[in-house]
């Protein structure tokens, strides 16, 4: 029977910094008697590479070492992404405050003396691992909480069915285009867009079917605009798409794309809708051309988009430009 997880026990690997080698091994054998793993290095060049290929639990790290001190090796080890988080018990010959206090800001989470004595260096590793995965299991639920806000953030602006911008997300989103089309002097058209006989199709299909068709079509939008495009499902039947950088006579192309795409497009039970196919009505409005304001900008392409339906649906309504003639 193969174990779970949590029945297999994972032994933290302590690495071992000293260039004596009594001392490496008076230390290997009281970690190794604790039940940890045990790898030793005898310079700091060689703690280094060890410590960032292998991420060692603990580091115990004597301060003498030949070339590179061990305060050096420490600063190194804590300004590494790598290495930062894992602890430093600096080996001190002497109990004196002065190295203690160049270990400190050299980074140092403890220290110990030699000769060394094995309760005291048993608690302080034990201890250090403690807080470490204290530290962890905290920004393991950080990260966690992180992505549940991250989450909430999202469906605050996402249209729970289809999975498209909401209502909310479209209002600010087109304050920004307008912002931005005031600023670099770019065009932004709007597309409002409904599903012909839709409410007959519900009522004659029921609901879950209904359903069905708004999602399928909001796939048809999604993957038929620019990655900069901002479609939207406006509330009901009703869709809209912000198209950015855009005039009316090329919003109007992708409208007319996007209508014929529905209409080529095979919907579940069409033959209880007057034409015995999905059709959508759609209006083009653009700022600054139509329009003076985002508000303007929405009031006159839903204008146009009920103009579509009056005018026999399955087409694209243009509002006149403000400065056209009457």
């Known amino acids: 029977m193969p174990l779970e997880p949590e029945d297999v026990e994972i032994r933290d690997l302590v690495l071992v910094v000293d260039d004596e080698p009594n001392s490496r091994l008076l230390l290997k054998t ?13 310079t700091g060049e060689e703690a280094l590479e060890i410590a960032s290929k292998l991420t060692p639990s603990v580091i115990i790290l004597d301060i003498m070492l030949p070339k590179i001190s061990g305060y050096d090796v420490c600063k190194k080890l804590k300004s590494s992404k790598t290495t930062g988080f894992i602890p430093v018990i600096l080996v001190t010959a002497l109990r004196g405050t002065q190295e203690r206090v160049q270990g400190t ?14 309760v005291e260096l048993l608690t302080r590793v034990k201890s250090l691992l403690r807080i470490k995965r204290l530290h962890e299991t905290l920004q393991y639920k950080v990260k966690e909480l992180q992505k549940t806000q991250s ?3 999202q469906m605050a602006v996402t249209d729970g069915l289809t999975g498209l911008n909401n209502y909310r997300a479209f209002k600010h989103q087109l304050h920004l285009e307008i912002s931005r089309s005031r600023r670099f002097d770019l065009p932004v058209s709007l597309l409002m867009m409904d599903i012909d006989y ?14 069905k068709v708004l999602k399928k079509f909001a796939k048809i939008i999604q993957g038929n605009v620019r990655e900069v ?37 095979a919907f579940p039970h069409v033959s209880k809708v007057p034409e015995r196919k999905i059709t959508i ?39 006149r430009d403000k400065t056209s003639p009457a």
Do not use: M, W
């Open 198 to 211: 839709f409410k007959t199709y519900n009522d004659e299909c029921g609901h879950p079917n209904g359903d």
């Open 281 to 319: 009505s759609l209006g083009v409005a653009s700022f600054p051309v139509d329009a003076d304001g985002e508000d303007q900008l929405i009031e006159l392409a839903d204008k146009a988009l009920y103009q579509a339906k009056r005018n026999g649906r399955n087409r694209t309504a243009v509002v």
């Open 105 to 118: 800001e050299a980074g140092a989470d403890d220290f110990i003396s030699k000769p060394f004595n094995r």
């Open 229 to 265: 495009d901002f479609p939207t499902r406006y509330g009901g039947e009703e869709f809209a798409v912000i198209l950015p950088g855009t005039d009316k006579k090329s919003a109007v192309i992708v409208a007319e794309k996007l209508r014929k795409l529905v209409e080529q497009t």
């Open 151 to 153: 989450k909430l953030r």
């Open 30 to 42: 009281y970690l190794s008697s604790a039940g940890y793993d045990v790898i030793t290095a005898s």
